[in-house]
């Protein structure tokens, strides 16, 4: 069966396939320039209420502090963050795979060694780690680092902290389809280390790299919404003064990323919670797309890998019985069998 016909699979591709291109469409509508505001709700002619407004009919999710509805944030920045969070994720495996096979040729007690390195990895906070190394380049030394500089700086760090457990996972995974014993046939035939694994194992593990690539978008997604908390946003920060007198500075995401969203109103969700919940309900919905398209995957790899198991042994079976028949076998075995004659 073709993973594409299971209903898990395409409830998940079709939420966030309509999310992340549907971003895309809306932000072509809509654009910037023109973005729907509300600064003040009037009764009468009366001004009853300023920005930030809860949810009313003219902003079904509500407005933040300068009147921009929250639609409009949230609808426009779905295809950063999802976006984001899917380069995130295929750096980490594509750079992880490299290393790992790199580290399946090494020697049994080196690769044990590199594996023991890595370990500590599995069990690091990695928010801590991106976040030690990206607070400095986003927040604190911005005087002395270009934009770019510091975008480059905050993705390679969540790219690189996430390398090591890919790369031993990469490593163990080939490490154990080396001991199939068509693999073991393929090396008595002479096939060199190199050509097996090109022809033989990545085609195997492509399903299971697929599943990885799922898991490591929702540790991503997961990732940028903490660093939004912590005020770190990937595209960048700026501080607005509101009230000059009480010296009320409010950070301010460059773009409207979801989790800078999060981070920028985190102080004031007990006040004005729409400012948070919209934006997280984006992150809901995009990482319960993907564990659905994960889930899909692992039960369609696990029925394929268990049907091909049954088959094989079908056939076994069969072959034996043909090879073992009645018929064709000798006295001699049926001695053997059933110690008669």
Do not use: C
């Not at 809860?54 to 009147?67: E, K, L, M, Q």
């Not at 009320?248 to 990323?257: F, G, H, K, T």
């Amino acid at each position: 069966m073709n993973i594409f016909r299971k209903p898990l699979f395409l409830a998940g591709l079709l939420t966030l396939s309509v999310m992340f291109l549907g971003s895309f469409v809306y932000s072509w509508i809509v654009p910037e320039s023109e973005k729907p505001i509300v600064t003040a709700l009037y009764e009468k002619g009366v001004m009853i209420k300023s920005a930030p407004l809860p949810p009313h009919d003219n902003a079904v999710f509500g407005t933040d502090r300068f009147g921009v509805t929250m639609w409009h944030k949230t609808a426009d920045g779905a295809k950063y963050t999802i976006g984001l969070a899917l380069f995130l994720a295929g750096g980490r495996m594509i750079i992880g795979i490299v290393i790992g096979m790199a580290l399946s040729f090494l020697p049994g007690k080196m690769l044990l060694i590199m594996k023991k390195a890595f370990e500590a990895f599995f069990y690091a906070p990695s928010t801590l780690i991106v976040y030690m190394v990206a607070y400095p380049a986003l927040i604190v030394f911005t005087w002395a680092i270009t934009k770019n500089e510091q975008l480059f700086a905050a993705l390679a760090v969540i790219i690189l902290v996430a390398i090591p457990p890919v790369a031993i996972n990469t490593a163990n995974e080939i490490s154990h389809a080396l001991r199939f014993e068509f693999i073991t046939s393929v090396k008595t035939l002479g096939g060199s280390r190199l050509y097996i694994l090109r022809r033989h194992i990545l085609p195997f593990l492509w399903p299971k790299f697929a599943i990885f690539f799922g898991q490591q978008t929702v540790a991503v997604l997961l990732l940028l919404a903490h660093l939004g908390v912590l005020k770190v946003f990937i595209g960048g920060i700026d501080y607005v003064t509101l009230e000059p007198m009480d010296n009320q500075v409010l950070p301010v995401a460059m773009m409207n990323e979801w989790a800078s969203m999060i981070g920028s109103s985190f102080q004031n969700f007990r006040t004005y919670p729409w400012l948070i919940l919209t934006p997280l309900t984006g992150f809901a919905l995009a990482i319960v797309a993907v564990n659905l398209m994960v889930e899909a995957a692992k039960e369609h790899y696990l029925d394929k890998g268990r049907s091909s198991g049954t088959n094989r042994r079908k056939k076994q079976k069969t072959l034996n019985e043909d090879t073992i028949s009645p018929d064709s076998v000798s006295p001699f075995h049926r001695l053997k069998k059933t110690g008669t004659e």
